[in-house]
């Protein structure tokens, strides 16, 4: 299955900053996701990262506060902007390696704003 | 959309009791469905996954789960805790038409000597 690499693995920044979450797999993969794991709840999904084109962002997400690029097969990125301690989580970027069937997930960002 | 519902944020079994953690899907069509482990600061982990082969799954660390149609569940079981069973569980559920993959709320699994 693929192997993805997250950094950074965790941050503490201060509010009002931003912070760009860097995810490389190592295979071509068609389908790119980024998840929020708030502390102490479940994975929600923040958007599906579309190579070529604008993200598509599930509902209570917007661009303007997490930016996502995917340039290519193997890359893509999450902005979280002008933050403040509520988006203090965890941030996990997944693969689908299989239609469907077969999910990726790295390692995650730990993210502290104070 | 679909969805999954995990009854029971909370759950507590003596060790060598059984675990039952329960799962229900909303979907008119057979989905995909998934149970994941996160142990505490740690990432997450397949269980393992119904991909409309046999209704009965077998996963990792002796855990296993029936997918019924009929109540639309998947409800993941051990026969016996450990005490290193003590963790995270979340069912998740593949959307057919855009294949993201959708978490259920999670149920805390705690394991007593």
Not at chain 1, 62 to 83: A, E, G, Y
Not at chain 2, 55 to 84: C, D, Q, R, Y
Request: glycine share 8%.
């Amino acid at each position: 299955s693929a192997v993805i690499s997250q950094k950074p693995s965790r941050d503490i920044c201060q509010r009002g900053t931003s912070l760009t979450i860097q995810c490389q797999v190592d295979s071509q993969v068609t389908m790119m996701f980024w998840y929020r794991q708030q502390p102490g709840q479940s994975l929600t999904l923040i958007a599906t990262a579309n190579q070529g084109s604008e993200a598509t962002y599930e509902s209570g997400f917007v661009i303007d506060k997490f930016p996502i690029s995917r340039p290519n097969l193997t890359f893509s990125t999450l902005t979280v902007s002008n933050m403040s301690p509520e988006d203090s989580s965890i941030y996990l970027c997944s693969v689908e390696t299989r239609t469907g069937t077969g999910y990726t997930f790295g390692s995650g960002t730990r993210l502290t704003v104070v | 959309a679909q969805s999954v519902t995990q009854l029971g944020s909370h759950v507590s079994v003596s060790e060598g009791a059984l675990v039952l953690l329960r799962c229900n899907y909303s979907s008119s069509v057979p989905p995909y469905l998934f149970w994941y482990v996160q142990y505490p600061n740690q990432g997450l982990q397949l269980l393992l996954k119904y991909t409309s082969a046999a209704t009965l799954v077998k996963g990792i660390n002796g855990f296993e789960a029936e997918f019924k149609k009929s109540e639309t569940s998947f409800h993941l079981t051990k026969p016996s805790a450990h005490m290193s069973d003590a963790a995270e569980y979340f069912c998740a559920v593949s959307d057919g038409d855009t294949d993201k993959l959708i978490f259920g709320t999670g149920t805390r699994l705690q394991v007593f000597p």
